[in-house]
């Protein structure tokens, strides 16, 4: 019997937990086609962006994690757009018809609107935004150290994270710890102590999904670390030298954007109901209304809870919602009737700093050491790859012991610019 | 009595260990001037390039290895000139009067008046350019398995590295090694083991500065490894496409280049003799025969032993003339007469791939596992930083046993072309 061919755009959370439950299965072929080479672990992507964790520790090569699963291909390249009718998917690099087509290109930063903040306030998606922001980070204690003028000191050192969610938050808690205990005793002109990290929330609390008691218990942890926290904050400008609240103005020569998602362009282009962020409003099977042969998943889909209350941008409901796509696929293969999806929730997490960490699932609240630790081992748990938990592990203990940070590299974007180096290749005396 | 101050260009083996000399010792003070924020372990750039190690792995920040010299101060920026009337040193953020001046800016890659050739033959002396390099490597890979025609695929899976010095034999073995062990099985359209990676040297042997009898010894490890040597192949042309020798031809898409260095430009605006690759030409004592107060020293210096032969540009050279010229300035300061230069030859090593090395000092020749072992003990000890060390142990390990490499990357030059991204920080399900 002929072989049906399942197309998977993206192997993000839910991309790839779909083609891990195909793999290996009779009667289908899978091609999963992804921009880049490698699955990111998104929750840790902060840690690289303040030079905790290397890039290549919350990453794998795709094509390796799925190395055993014969019948699957993994392309790297971009899918310029889909065409229902047909049932093709093109790409940059040719097209490929389809009898199955999931969707789970996932979700980028909004700016609402005011795209133009972005190279003023880089978000946080990618490796490659991380290891700039890591870069914004240590360039503005650098030249804290080497200019006198005070005001211009203040500014350098000046850290504003725009989005008082779970990422805005552990970015500010990290880079005050920075301030406070890594970069301690290395410099000679600054007092990298004096850092102000401001967390600016255009809502009225901080940790908004999360109850008002541990949404108030990680404001005053932020506060112990010395992050200060604006709430009822909305920004209204983004320049090179800070950021505009209404009449108010913080002079800031770091400003990061951890404030609201859209997703994928690619779920526009395709003429189906799409809600206002972008994302493709999905049957209770997860499928398209109109083409139950196509499947959205992740950020890039829109599910109604039994609330009808859309589902968060959450790697968990990713994860459950691509294995729960491919196990219909295989239902409806062996003749079975297709069954609709369920989220089973997970609660969430987040961690504000070292032993500090809030955490909710269902009734249950924990926060402090307990939770961080939970934070620690679930995020080590869930990670890809043993090399990667063994060395995470590895990174966190050192850093835990020593108060340092594993990876403060500063790396310069136009790798052309800068080929002067010191010594050559061989032994060192 | 008035502090003296010392200025140190450059914080590569020269500059970094100059400066732990003079590190709090008393009547001096030392400003060290680098563009980067970190030391980088040269030695093991190419592992970084061949995807083996992450570049946090190979590097440390400079003012956190001197943190604890507290009369030491680090500052990252670029020297734009020296006068060396006034004792003055021009930075783009402010000039500096020295008491001394210690240049240790290093090399760059030659391309022997073919400068255009860097684009499509980048060389290795920075982190950026062994990610860029890395990053090609992974992406022909990824490129290879798209394309459906066999010549286009072939190209694809050729790589040429020119300069069959030490780095170029270390690459040409990793990245051999690379296709034939760790990317197998990850493919389904090409076979990685059909790939074909061509060494070109110019002269009549690949590492001509070993003897015969080693330099023959890699070579036939190399082949045993599926890597071609083209020995007295002066490559004439480079293209996107591939290189030129004379009237041969090689398709390539990626060409990398390991032949010929420059010193630093910085030598040649001051007015004194340098030697036709812009080292500084220097006295006995390493300082400039017209300002004795001014010194140079590793790839930056032209220093000729007593066969009046200049020193090769290897790490132990720069490392043993940096800490010689520090002591030469306390010795002045304490009123005694200066030492002159005195290179001990510490031998040479070149890796060829898992278990194979060639080793040389004096008489002394190793080769296979013995020196392989002996090269990867040595760099390990040499390496900086107790972390360090240990991570990059656990990845030799970890890639020796699992014939896998740690960091298959493929990150983007351009951080903000690509901000997609597939799902958003919390608790995996």
Chains 1, 2 share one sequence.
Not at 76 to 101: A, C, I, K, M, P
Not at 361 to 368: C, D, E, I, P, W
Request: proline share 3%.
């Amino acid at each position: 019997m002929e072989l049906k061919h399942v197309v998977i755009v993206g192997g993000g959370f839910a991309g790839l937990n779909a083609a891990k439950v195909l793999g290996n299965k009779k009667g289908v072929k899978v091609t999963l086609i992804d921009r880049r080479n490698h699955h990111l672990f998104q929750p840790l992507l902060y840690q690289v962006a303040t030079a905790g964790l290397n890039p290549a520790e919350i990453a794998a090569p795709i094509r390796c994690i799925l190395a055993d699963k014969k019948n699957i291909t993994v392309l790297q390249g971009e899918v310029t757009n889909v065409d229902l009718e047909q049932r093709q998917v093109f790409t940059e690099f040719g097209e490929f018809s389809y009898d199955y087509l999931i969707l789970a290109c996932g979700s980028k930063h909004s700016y609402f609107g005011n795209e133009k903040w972005e190279k003023d306030a880089p978000g946080l998606k990618t490796l490659e935004q991380a290891t700039e922001i890591r870069r914004r980070i240590l360039m503005a204690f650098e030249e804290a150290e080497r200019v006198t003028d005070r005001n211009q000191q203040k500014q350098l050192l000046t850290f504003v994270i725009v989005g008082g969610g779970p990422t805005g938050v552990e970015m500010a808690g990290s880079i005050s710890e920075m301030s406070r205990f890594t970069l301690e005793r290395n410099f000679r002109n600054i007092d990298p102590k004096l850092t102000r990290v401001i967390l600016v929330e255009a809502g009225t609390r901080i940790l908004s999904s999360f109850s008002q008691s541990q949404s108030s218990k990680a404001m005053r942890d932020l506060e112990t670390l010395g992050v200060q926290v604006w709430t009822s904050s909305p920004v209204t400008g983004v320049d090179a030298d800070g950021v505009q609240i209404g009449k108010e103005r913080i002079q800031a020569n770091t400003v990061l954007w951890a404030a609201g998602v859209q997703a994928s362009t690619l779920g526009k282009t395709l003429g189906v109901e799409t809600d206002k962020q972008g994302r493709i409003v999905v049957a209770p099977d997860l499928s398209l209304t109109e083409h139950p042969e196509v499947f959205a998943a992740g950020d890039q889909a829109h599910f109604s809870d039994e609330n009808s209350n859309p589902l968060p941008g959450l790697a968990p409901v990713a994860l459950q919602q691509g294995r729960f796509i491919a196990k219909n696929i295989i239902n409806e293969l062996e003749g079975k009737q297709r069954v609709l999806f369920k989220y089973r929730d997970k609660g969430q997490m987040a961690t504000i700093g070292r032993s500090k960490a809030v955490a909710e699932f269902k009734k249950l609240r924990v926060s402090g050491f307990i939770a961080w630790m939970g934070w620690l081992l679930i995020h080590v748990y869930y990670l890809t790859g043993l090399k990667n938990r063994i060395f995470v592990l590895m990174q966190w203990a050192w850093a835990y012991w020593t108060f340092r940070k594993g990876a403060r590299l500063i790396m310069n974007r136009e790798w052309r610019q800068h080929r002067v180096s010191r010594s050559s290749d061989s032994i060192p005396s």
